[in-house]
């Protein structure tokens, strides 16, 4: 299973709602998870399931989306979530990510 | 306190091997399954290989099946990683997580790989 990231890369200023897509080449239903990376450091998990957040993320960040669409939203940026976020989803026991989409400040 | 520490990582030959280690705290081992992810440096991220909290079942993507071997120690809390014939495009930042249903809910550090001739 392919996913797909969209845009590549996503200029905003901090305020601003961001809506970051992935398409999943067939239906995944909502095995869908998203992971922020900033620079120097691993990735963190922000969503599972498609759309529960992870322990600690703050309730700006939301998830949405089942079969082959999801979105990302970030409601209000902050500063600190300019950074690169992933897609990814396990279809038997086989784990792929979409490419990433960049945010970063404009 | 969760945490995962890898080690192992450094220089290698293109045909060579190298093994990583990586060692959990701040959860009960055996009743998680754990994994290997890396990334290239400025590029995506790529699962590697997953081995359930037994160890009885491991799972491997094509780019490494038949050349890495995954395998934990429970009584050691740390999880491995054989690298054998090891190439050019095996050059990445290796990760240990910690594996919850699907997905990685606790990250290592990472550990850099780098296969040169």
């Known amino acids: 299973i392919v996913l797909t990231q969209s845009p590549a890369t996503l200029s905003l200023s901090p305020g601003q709602r961001a809506t970051l897509s992935c398409r999943a080449s067939q239906s995944i239903s909502d095995y869908l998870v998203w992971y922020q990376q900033k620079p120097g450091q691993a990735p963190r998990l922000l969503i599972y399931?498609?759309?529960r957040r992870a322990t600690g993320i703050p309730a700006r960040f939301s998830g949405s989306g089942f079969g082959r669409d999801f979105s990302l939203t970030i409601s209000s940026l902050e500063p600190e979530d300019f950074a690169v976020y992933y897609c990814q989803q396990r279809n038997n026991w086989q784990w792929t990510f979409g490419q990433g989409t960049k945010v970063e400040i404009k | 306190e969760v945490q995962l520490l890898e080690s192992g990582g450094g220089l290698v030959q293109i045909g060579g091997s190298l093994r990583l280690s990586c060692v959990v705290s701040?959860?009960?081992?055996?009743?998680?399954?754990v994994s290997w992810l890396r990334q290239v440096p400025g590029k995506g991220l790529e699962w590697v290989s997953s081995?359930?909290?037994?160890?009885?079942?491991?799972y491997y993507a094509d780019s490494v099946k038949g050349r890495f071997i995954i395998s934990r120690d429970n009584s050691k809390n740390t999880l491995y990683l054989q690298m054998d014939s090891m190439r050019a495009d095996d050059t990445a930042v290796y990760y240990c997580?910690?594996?919850?249903?699907?997905?990685?809910?606790?990250w290592g550090q990472g550990t850099l790989v780098t296969a040169s001739s």
């Open positions: 399931d498609a759309t």
């Open positions: 701040g959860f009960t081992f055996e009743n998680f399954a």
């Open positions: 081995i359930s909290g037994s160890g009885s079942s491991t």
């Open positions: 997580v910690r594996s919850s249903a699907y997905y990685a809910d606790y």
